[in-house]
């Protein structure tokens, strides 16, 4: 299954592709983005980071089957790129994202998030999504209570920051469904 364009109000997001490396490789190596990824993410970013993940990992996977990524774009300026949110047919793990600093707090990641979450439930058919995070991470725990998740655990994980508290929220596909008919 190919991943489709999918567009919201004030975005559209468009299958990742190989060229989209080279503004990922100016927009991701931040602080402000990398400090509450996953410790395998190297710090300081290398000058290929982009382009190795890109084709070495998020590419093959969509190949395989097992993820779909978007770019995230604003339908004013859809060349472009501010970030990324993709989702993994991973146990405990199934979505991730990042925005450029610039453009957080103006409500784009959570649109995203809406529109990666509902083709996950409504087109994809898996019955459950689950997000793991930083507790630090304020911003992305308000988006996953905005949008129903609940807290199911929490851990201490190693990020490019260094250990951490994290947490696992989770939602079921008929708990989303009923969200958004309400």
Same mark, same amino acid.
Do not use: C, H, M
């Given at each position: 299954m190919s991943v489709p364009i999918l567009t919201t109000e004030r975005l559209v997001l468009k299958p990742l592709e190989a060229q989209d490396a080279a503004q990922i490789q100016k927009l991701y190596p931040q602080w402000e983005i990398v400090r509450y990824m996953v410790s395998s993410v190297p710090w300081p970013y290398p000058d290929n980071g982009a382009e190795?993940?890109?084709?070495?990992?998020?590419?093959?996977?969509?190949?395989?089957?097992v993820? &779909?990524? &978007?770019?995230?774009r604003r339908h004013e300026a859809p060349d472009e790129l501010m970030g990324l949110i993709c989702l993994y047919d991973v146990e405990d793990n199934n979505r991730g994202f990042w925005l450029a600093?610039? &453009?957080q707090g103006k409500g784009y990641m959570r649109e995203a998030s809406i529109a990666a979450t509902d083709y996950w439930f409504n087109v994809l058919k898996k019955p459950?999504? =689950?997000?793991?995070?930083?507790?630090?991470?304020? =911003?992305?725990? =308000?988006?996953s209570q905005s949008s129903g998740m609940r807290l199911v655990r929490t851990e201490k994980k190693a990020y490019v920051s260094g250990m951490l508290d994290s947490e696992l929220w989770e939602i079921t596909c008929d708990e989303w469904n009923a969200l958004q008919r309400s």
């Open positions: 190795s993940y890109v084709n070495n990992v998020a590419l093959p996977d969509v190949e395989k089957g993820a &779909w990524f &978007w770019t995230i600093p610039q &453009w459950l999504l =689950r997000a793991p995070k930083a507790s630090v991470n304020a =911003r992305s725990q =308000r988006i």
